[in-house]
C-alpha cells in the first residue's frame, strides 16, 4: 500500500485537524462504534449515581526543573491541557475525559514490571511518587491527528524504572498497558462510549527507544499530579513519536522479545504504525502530516497553523533509525 504521494495529500486551507479529527472518528462509526455513547452516558450523570464520589484534586509536587529538556515556545494553558484530552476509555469526545474521569481512583494504583527481566517490580501508589527524583520537562506533543501542545510534564526517564528491574539479554521490546477496570471505566463497559477499541489501550516501544532520555514516565503536570484525563497516576510520554505512543494509566510494562501489540495498529494497521514517529513526509492515507495546529492560548479552533518537524523536532532520536525506512516503518 502506497503511503504517500503528494498529490494525494491535502493543503492545510484544504483540510484542518477538526475534519481529520471527525475523519478518525468516521472510521470508528462505520464499525458501528460512535454516536449513541454519548447519550448512554449523560443519562448515567443525569441519574447523580456517581456523585458522591470524590472528585480530583492536583497536590504539588517536588521536582528540579530540567535546563536541557525544555523549549521557549509558548506553552499550552493548564486549562487546555486538562480539558482537551484523547482518553477513549471515557470516550471519544475531546471534552469526554474531562467530564467523565473526575472520580477515577488513582490510590491506590499498581505498577508492575516484569516479563524478560531478572527482578520483576510492583511499585505502589507511593513508591511511584517517592522512589524517583522527579524532573520538570517542557515538551512538545503532537498528535496524530495533525494538532499540537508544549506542556510542562513532572516526571522522571523511564531507563531508571527498567534499570530497577535488571531486563535479561533476551528482552528486546517493552509492552505497555492501560488499567482494564470497566466499573470506572465506561468505555471499557461499553463500546458505544469506547469508540469499539479492544481494551485494555496497549503500546509498545522497542528496548532502545525506551531507554533513550527523552522517554519520560510522567506523573504530574504544571508541577502538581496529573489529573486523570490526562493519564493519572502515571502515563508514558514519547515526545517525539505520534500522541497515541503516549499511554495513559499505566498497570503494567512487560519485556518481551518479540514486538507486542498496539491498540491503534491492531485497529487500522494501514494507518497507526508500530513506530508512529512524527514525520511531515509520510503523510496519513487520509489526511497530511506536513503542518499542525499548535493549540496555544486562542480559541480551541484558532488557526495557528505550523510546519510539522521531523521526529517533532527532539533530532537526538535519528540515530536510533539509523538505517530504516520510515515510510515503510511508519
Ligand atoms: N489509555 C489510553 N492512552 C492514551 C489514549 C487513550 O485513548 N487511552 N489516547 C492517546 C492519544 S491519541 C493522545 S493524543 C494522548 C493525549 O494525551 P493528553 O490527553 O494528556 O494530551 O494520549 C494517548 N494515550
Ligand atoms: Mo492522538
Redesign the pocket.
Known amino acids: 500500500m502506497k503511503r504517500f504521494s503528494p498529490s494525494q495529500t491535502f493543503t492545510d486551507n484544504q483540510v484542518t485537524d477538526e475534519k481529520v479529527f471527525q475523519d478518525r472518528r468516521r472510521v470508528l462509526k462505520s464499525l458501528g462504534f460512535v454516536g449513541a455513547g454519548t447519550i448512554l452516558s449523560q443519562s448515567a450523570h443525569g441519574f447523580g449515581w456517581f456523585d458522591s464520589e470524590p472528585e480530583f484534586e492536583a497536590k504539588p509536587l517536588s521536582f528540579t526543573p530540567s535546563e536541557k529538556f525544555t523549549t521557549d515556545e509558548a506553552k499550552t494553558p493548564y486549562a487546555k491541557?486538562?480539558s482537551?484530552?484523547?482518553?477513549?476509555?471515557f470516550g471519544t469526545g475531546k471534552d469526554d475525559?474531562a467530564e467523565r474521569a473526575k472520580s477515577f481512583k488513582t490510590d491506590p494504583w499498581t505498577l508492575r514490571i516484569d516479563g524478560l527481566v531478572k527482578n520483576p517490580i510492583t511499585l505502589d501508589y507511593d513508591a511511584i511518587m517517592k522512589q524517583f527524583a522527579f524532573e520538570e520537562r517542557i515538551y512538545r506533543?503532537r498528535?496524530?491527528?495533525a494538532w499540537s501542545?508544549v506542556?510542562p510534564w513532572v516526571g522522571f526517564e523511564l531507563n531508571k524504572l527498567i534499570q530497577l528491574a535488571s531486563p535479561l539479554g533476551s528482552a528486546k521490546y517493552v509492552a505497555f498497558e492501560?488499567?482494564h477496570d470497566p466499573k470506572q471505566m465506561p468505555?471499557q463497559r461499553n463500546p458505544f462510549i469506547g469508540?469499539g477499541?479492544d481494551y485494555?489501550?496497549v503500546?509498545g516501544l522497542r528496548l532502545d527507544e525506551a531507554n533513550h532520555p527523552l522517554t519520560l514516565m510522567a506523573t504530574g503536570?504544571y508541577g502538581k499530579t496529573?489529573p486523570p484525563?490526562?493519564?493519572a497516576p502515571i502515563?508514558?510520554v514519547v515526545p517525539w513519536k505520534?500522541?497515541?505512543?503516549?499511554?495513559?494509566?499505566?498497570v503494567r510494562i512487560t519485556l518481551t522479545e518479540r514486538q507486542p501489540p498496539t491498540?491503534?495498529n491492531r485497529l487500522a494497521s494501514n494507518e497507526y504504525g508500530f513506530y508512529a514517529n512524527v514525520n511531515p513526509k509520510v503523510a496519513h492515507p487520509r489526511w497530511s502530516q506536513a503542518s499542525e495546529r499548535r493549540i496555544t492560548d486562542g480559541g480551541v479552533f484558532n488557526q495557528q497553523r505550523i510546519a510539522t518537524r521531523m521526529f517533532n523536532g527532539y533530532d537526538e532520536v535519528a540515530p536510533l533509525y539509523a538505517n530504516m525506512d520510515l515510510a515503510r516503518y511508519y
Not at 242 to 250: A, E, H, L, Q, T
Request: hydrophobic share 35%.
Open positions: 491541557v486538562t482537551y484530552n484523547n482518553f477513549y476509555e475525559p506533543m498528535c496524530v491527528e501542545m506542556i492501560t488499567l468505555g469508540g477499541i485494555p489501550y503500546e503536570v496529573l484525563q490526562n493519564g502515563r508514558l505520534y500522541g497515541f505512543k503516549s499511554i495513559k494509566s499505566v491498540t491503534w
